[in-house]
């Protein structure tokens, strides 16, 4: 939820992120799907090559 | 390892690298308390007007014991990181007074090498911005060593700072679309990031959920895999000086459309270094990323944003006032992000990485800019904020690829110049051969600030 306070700057900042996101490619086949943002972040170290982000 | 000329002239010069001083402690030469002593001393001496460390602690880095691959080295961590006992306030009035209870495991790992740490250092608030400087946060900002007028790139502002100036040898920044490489390249240092998940991000303070990188900052490209290998246990140094013969290097010129061309001094630089690289037997092309640098930095940027705006929600929601105008504006676009917007640039982030792999059956290493500007002018918009949303540092971030920025010379009135190495997944090996060798053949690293 937005503070009512910040409601203007917000509205204004979200012009911006989305003119930003139009233009993004859109014409992907219906089965392609979105990378996975629950990339791990592991707490020892791994090798190298053994994680994939994306 | 004792008859290194470079080595013995970076311990002349009152800046050693970590390769001089270890080879001089091994000789003899040069103990490891008078190392810590001197860094203390510069400390003392710089950081009135740098701001580079937020929290010393120099009993501590004396406390540290003396074995190990990096004793004797100190070094100094991102203010976002926790360290057990010293404070973690990421530059933000949202967690004053916080003390850490425990290392982050990188910094447990760090510790196991007997490098002594000797504190805290500067950073945006909460590790993020947008790139503008508002003089709104708990400490001041801080100032880049080679004109203390200009920025020292962000968000790890004192990392750079730190080793450019031999305040630490090494620092540890966190890097979500740039906050290593940019410090590295505004300060004339060498950062650099490895596959995801190499180095653990854990007992960080998040500012997305999926680009989240450490990576170490230091004077050199052989320094970092002297960190990395006393770290994992790799073997970074001695693959790195197989030298550049026979890579094949993928040079990327163009940002895309809606990104300016690189400042001139740059890519002249660029191309002089292009010129060693070709007579270190390097094989050369001109390429193009599967999508332009600038479609990934779109994509970053909704991903960026709606990620913090997630992570950070609550305080947003409670205490907005709290915070500085960056972080809060930045959270506030993040809020306006739809999901459908945020799926589309996690679409074109899977689409981009499937076709880099592709990309490498052609190529072992790509090279571009990092920024396409020279540090600017602290505060001052718009090129301070251009400074950091202009850049093709994003490719690598959605992708998770290993990269690495170096200094490439310096610009007439004496900032830094820089590019970016980009590699694949787990071959990091051959990142730091391209990095090493062109180090080697060119002596830019003899530089230092005022």
């Given at each position: 939820m937005i503070p009512p306070n910040y409601a203007v700057r917000a509205a204004e900042l979200a012009g911006g992120i989305t003119a930003i996101a139009a233009r993004?490619?859109?014409?992907?086949?219906?089965?392609h799907p979105p990378a996975n943002p629950a990339c791990e972040v592991s707490t020892v170290s791994a090798k190298p090559g053994e994680q994939k982000n994306g | 390892m004792t008859t290194n000329p470079m080595h013995a002239s970076c311990m002349q010069s009152g800046f050693p690298t970590i390769a001089s001083a270890l080879a001089g402690m091994a000789e003899g030469t040069v103990k490891a308390a008078d190392i810590l002593e001197a860094c203390l001393a510069r400390i003392a001496a710089l950081n009135g007007t740098l701001?580079?460390?937020?929290?010393?602690d120099a009993a501590g880095a004396r406390a540290t014991?003396?074995?190990?691959?990096?004793?004797?080295i100190p070094w100094g961590i991102k203010d976002n990181f926790d360290v057990a006992?010293?404070?973690?306030?990421?530059?933000s009035r949202l967690r004053a007074g916080r003390i850490a209870a425990t290392d982050a495991p990188l910094v447990t790992m760090l510790r196991q090498t007997g490098a002594p740490l000797l504190g805290k250092l500067a950073t945006w608030e909460y590790g993020t911005?947008?790139?503008?400087?508002?003089?709104?946060?708990?400490n001041p900002p801080a100032r880049n060593?080679?004109?203390?007028?200009?920025f020292t790139g962000g968000?790890?502002?004192g990392a750079g700072v730190a080793v450019a100036t031999g305040m630490t040898l090494f620092a540890i920044g966190s890097d979500t679309t740039g906050s290593v490489r940019l410090p590295a390249a505004a300060t004339g240092c060498c950062g650099v990031l490895m596959t995801?998940?190499?180095?653990?991000?854990?007992?960080g303070l998040p500012n997305t959920y999926s680009m989240d990188r450490p990576g170490p900052i230091t004077w050199t490209a052989e320094d970092a895999a002297i960190v990395l290998d006393a770290t994992l246990g790799s073997h970074l140094r001695a693959a790195g000086?197989?030298?550049?013969?026979g890579l094949r290097v993928a040079v990327v010129r163009d940002p895309g459309a809606g990104l300016p061309a690189a400042n001139a001094e740059l890519a002249a630089a660029f191309e002089a270094g292009l010129g060693v690289l070709s007579r270190l037997g390097a094989r050369i092309t001109d390429a193009q990323l599967p999508w332009p640098a600038s479609t990934c930095l779109d994509a970053a940027r909704v991903i960026g944003a709606a990620e913090s705006a997630s992570i950070h929600e609550e305080e947003l929601t409670?205490?907005?006032?709290?915070?500085g105008a960056a972080l809060r504006d930045k959270l506030l676009a993040g809020m306006g992000v739809s999901a459908v917007d945020y799926l589309a640039a996690q679409r074109l982030r899977r689409a981009f990485t499937d076709a880099m792999e592709r990309f490498w059956d052609a190529h072992d290493v790509v090279l571009c800019?990092?920024?396409?500007?020279?540090?600017?002018?602290?505060?001052?918009e718009p090129e301070s904020s251009n400074y950091t949303m202009?850049?093709?540092?994003?490719p690598a971030s959605l992708a998770g690829l290993p990269a690495l920025v170096q200094c490439t010379g310096f610009s007439e009135g004496g900032l830094p110049l820089h590019w970016q190495i980009m590699t694949r997944q787990g071959q990091e090996a051959t990142m730091f051969r391209l990095a090493m060798a062109f180090e080697a053949a060119t002596?830019?690293?003899s530089r230092r600030p005022a």
């Open positions: 993004l490619p859109r014409d992907w086949p219906k089965e | 701001h580079a460390v937020h929290y010393l014991r003396t074995t190990g691959p990096l004793a004797g006992g010293l404070p973690c306030i990421a530059n911005g947008t790139g503008a400087e508002h003089f709104d946060l708990p060593p080679w004109d203390t007028a200009r968000s790890s502002t995801p998940g190499v180095l653990p991000m854990a007992g000086g197989a030298g550049a013969k409670k205490t907005p006032e709290l915070m800019f990092g920024t396409l500007h020279l540090p600017p002018r602290l505060g001052v202009e850049t093709m540092l994003t002596d830019w690293r």
